[in-house]
């Protein structure tokens, strides 16, 4: 399957769209030029026109005629509004591919705006698809061929690790990767914050924080057979630092708290999905 030659329309140019924009440009060799983008308004239209994408203001109609694959990127309470201005198209035209990056919204309500339209996948991306590191993980419609399933794990592939689940989950993968950078930069600010305050200078300290978080991440993908307690037991040396330091995070309760952050961005993202 040649991804290159699809016609790909963004509804909606904000941060998701731009990351995976970027990410099928630079990493999946997806010619700019088949790449469109709409959005109400000229506010994103340099970095689209810098990276020779169409960049399509207020009219989000044309801009799915002929398109392959159509993605939403609004927020999740644009899913009936845009719908509503689009499905003319998608229901009668062409037999596009639906994909929605919102949070929360279900195949059947997407399905539902667009006519009972069925050709529908939701997937849940993240921002380092810039960077071709994303992680995400998506759901078909039962009404999806396999070959959709293939075109969908092809086009992610290129900006990233992607997971197949089941669609009741798709809201657990936000919680966990969807919103996960903005946890792990927070991670990052602080070990960078506290080389800091133990008198390193903020540069050298922002730059061996996010090479440690990026190193240990590498090597638990990389050692997929060895228990992650085990790769922390190897820097713990016996009566050493950094035992004094996890022991600390623990007593702090470091992972009661991801438990609770991820368990409180799942709940908001079913949230999002009951309101529309
Ligand atoms: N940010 C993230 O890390 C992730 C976001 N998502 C999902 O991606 C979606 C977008 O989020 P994000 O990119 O962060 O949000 P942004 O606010 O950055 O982007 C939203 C975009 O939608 C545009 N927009 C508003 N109204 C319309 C309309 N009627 N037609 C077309 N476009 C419209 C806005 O236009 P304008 O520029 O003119 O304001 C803006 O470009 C959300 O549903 C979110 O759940 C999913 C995974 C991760
Ligand atoms: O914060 C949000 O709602 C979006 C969804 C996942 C990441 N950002």
Redesign the pocket.
């Known amino acids: 399957m040649d991804i290159s030659q699809l016609q790909i329309t963004f509804?909606?140019?904000?941060?998701?769209?731009e990351?995976m924009v970027r990410g099928f440009i630079n990493n999946g060799g997806i010619d700019p030029k088949k790449i469109t983008v709409?959005?109400?308004?000229k506010?994103?239209e340099n970095t689209y026109k810098e990276l020779k994408v169409n960049h399509v203001v207020g009219d989000?109609k044309s801009s799915v005629k002929g398109a392959d694959i159509i993605i939403?990127?609004?927020?999740?309470y644009?899913v009936k509004?845009?719908s509503e201005e689009i499905n003319s198209i998608v229901s009668e035209k062409g037999n596009p591919l639906v994909i929605s990056?919102?949070?929360g919204?279900t195949i059947d309500t997407l399905s539902s705006v667009l006519n009972g339209y069925g050709r529908c996948a939701r997937v849940?991306?993240?921002?380092p698809s810039l960077v071709g590191a994303g992680a995400c993980g998506y759901a078909l419609s039962p009404k999806c061929a396999d070959t959709d399933g293939e075109l969908v794990e092809k086009l992610l592939s290129s900006i990233g690790v992607v997971k197949k689940v089941a669609e009741n989950l798709i809201d657990s993968v936000?919680g966990v990767s969807?919103?996960g950078?903005a946890y792990v930069y927070m991670f990052i600010e602080a070990l960078g914050d506290a080389g800091v305050v133990n008198g390193l200078d903020r540069a050298t300290s922002r730059a061996l924080a996010a090479q440690t978080v990026f190193g240990a991440a590498k090597m638990v993908l990389e050692n997929p057979d060895v228990h992650i307690a085990q790769l922390r037991n190897n820097v713990e040396s016996p009566a050493g630092t950094t035992v004094s330091g996890t022991s600390t995070l623990e007593k702090e309760g470091l992972r009661a708290c991801v438990i609770k952050a991820v368990t409180a961005a799942t709940d908001k993202a079913k949230e999002l999905g009951k309101s529309n």
């Not at 509804?11 to 769209?17: D, K, Q, R, T």
């Open positions: 509804l909606g140019g904000g941060n998701m769209c990351a709409s959005t109400p308004s506010r994103t989000n939403y990127c609004v927020k999740p644009m509004p845009v990056v919102m949070a919204v849940m991306p993240n921002t936000t969807g919103s950078p």
